[in-house]
């Protein structure tokens, strides 16, 4: 699967996209965030904001959506266009 | 028709103008709005950098614009949003509307803008003249003026 | 500042958008809107006549920005309204308003069109293709639109 | 003191605008309209439909608005612009 990041939240982390099988035990984004905040500390800090939005698939999602291994991901701040 | 544009180029507000009046005398008013970058008083900017998510943005506003078909007489909308490092005093953003009657017109053009700001995956950052970058943080009064268009018509 | 003209020649959107524009860094929204003769499907129109109150029009165009000025932080007010006749397509009134802010700008532009609709001295007769004329009547909707800025803020 | 004519009603009444002396007995703009009505039928019919506008020295006004001599009074139906 694919996971991107924008904005602060990929400057924070360092990168913006990470190609990776969908881990074990991975079955919707709420996981997904578990699972990447082991990494480190800076992870664990960003991506437990509380105020970061996601998408699957280019369509907004909560943290109960469903992922499976050919989804793209992305997580991000709040928007800040216009 | 619904035309949308995520570019780095600037836009031409005549010409987009121009393409909304096109001929099409059912049109009766166009409504239409830009967004510059602003700057600040007390912390001078040397340019904003807009990033999007290339792809979700362009259907995030496609389905703006197409809700506010369903909501309003609408002819034509157009959006066009810059991406990139832009300066003091230019345009990031254009949103014009074409209707037979005046209040589809302006509803649809600041529906857009409203929900644009709180849903349109762009993100801003400040680089200030004394060389540090502070991202922008999304404003409660942007949600709040999103979120009117849940309640009245 | 607010810039007002009554004339018979058509405007420049662009032009008049530039003047907005005009390398002011505090400006963070321009809303724009413009007015256009549009046809009728049941009975074609050959032309549009405006006629005004020489004087009192522009003063009460002014005194409609004034208002404006009062109500919302504004930069810049530019309102153009042509007058004599006018065919489908042709542009009758632009309305310009620049701002810090784009809740002000909506708000203002939309506020002088309804205020003008109400309050400022023109009168518009259709020019039909079968030779007659006929007397644009006030709206009772307009009326209402116009009487909403008493109450919401 | 000078009456203009605007829109349908200038049409319906054959001018623009007159220049008369201001007529014994007229304080406000209800007296005026009254005076102007015994003109003919047609200014009967075309100043009594109770929708008609006023303004003296280009000021809108009601008929209880008083005038003088050297006013400019204007009278039109409601307006369409826009």
Redesign the interface.
Known sequence: MKI?F???LR?QLGTGELELPLPDGVNNIGDLLTELKQRDAQWQQSLGTGTLLC?VN???AGEAAAINDGDEV?L??????? | MISISVQIEDF????E??QL?A?????????????????LADNPLAAMQ????P??TE?SLQQTAAQATARWPLIDIRIV?RIGKLT??E???FVGVSS?H??A??GA??FI?DV??????????ELHRDGRGH????KDSDQQ?AERWNNED
Request: proline fraction near 5%.
């Open positions: 991107l924008f904005g602060s400057e998408a280019q369509v907004m992305a991000f701040p709040p928007v800040t266009g216009g | 031409d507000v005549g010409r103008y121009r009046q001929g099409n005398t059912e049109v009766g008013g166009i409504a239409v709005f830009t967004g510059l970058v602003r700057d807009l990033e999007h998510y792809g979700m259907a949003h003091p005093g345009q990031i953003v037979a005046r209040a017109a302006f053009c600041e803008m644009l700001k709180t849903s349109a995956p762009f993100w801003k950052k991202w922008v943080e999304a003026r």
